[in-house]
């Protein structure tokens, strides 16, 4: 069995000499070229960065955004300015359908079709009275 005992609080000189020699990361340090890097320059691991995300999005209404929600918004983009292989690429997949059925965004709002629809309402749409055009005929 390991016995836990409590870490000594440092004091007033140790907490100094800790903040003042903090380590700052220039690219030579990050061989991996990680955007978030460790203070080493290594790899964060999956759930220290899910433990910090939680913490920097506490209490800003953005709870909803997850990791995912970012992969999502990167292939949705880069299928938007590029094409759905560019996409599907840099998430990773090896078929383009994954990255179109979980990831592209669908749009929401469908195409203004008012023009055509209009046809049925029986208005001439040509401005010949001869020739009114599809849809129900007034009756005099």
Do not use: C
């Not at 007033?12 to 990361?25: A, D, F, N, P």
């Not at 300015?81 to 599907?88: F, L, R, V």
């Not at 046809?119 to 001869?130: A, C, K």
Request: hydrophobic share 30%.
């Amino acid at each position: 069995m390991r016995t836990l005992r409590p870490r000594p609080t440092p004091d007033g000189e140790t907490r100094r000499k800790r903040s003042t020699s903090s380590v700052r990361l220039d690219a030579a340090d990050n061989p991996h070229d990680a955007i978030f890097a460790s203070r080493r320059g290594t790899w964060l691991s999956p759930p220290n960065v899910r433990r910090q995300w939680r913490a920097a999005r506490a209490d800003t209404g953005l709870e909803w955004v997850t990791p995912h929600t970012f992969r999502k918004t990167v292939a949705t983009l880069i299928d938007r300015e590029a094409n759905t292989d560019s996409a599907a690429a840099q998430l990773g997949h090896g078929s383009n359908e994954i990255t179109k059925k979980h990831y592209i965004v669908k749009a929401a709002l469908a195409p203004d079709s008012s023009a055509i629809l209009e046809q049925l309402g029986g208005r001439p749409t040509s401005g010949d009275p001869e020739n009114p055009g599809p849809g129900p005929q007034p009756t005099a």
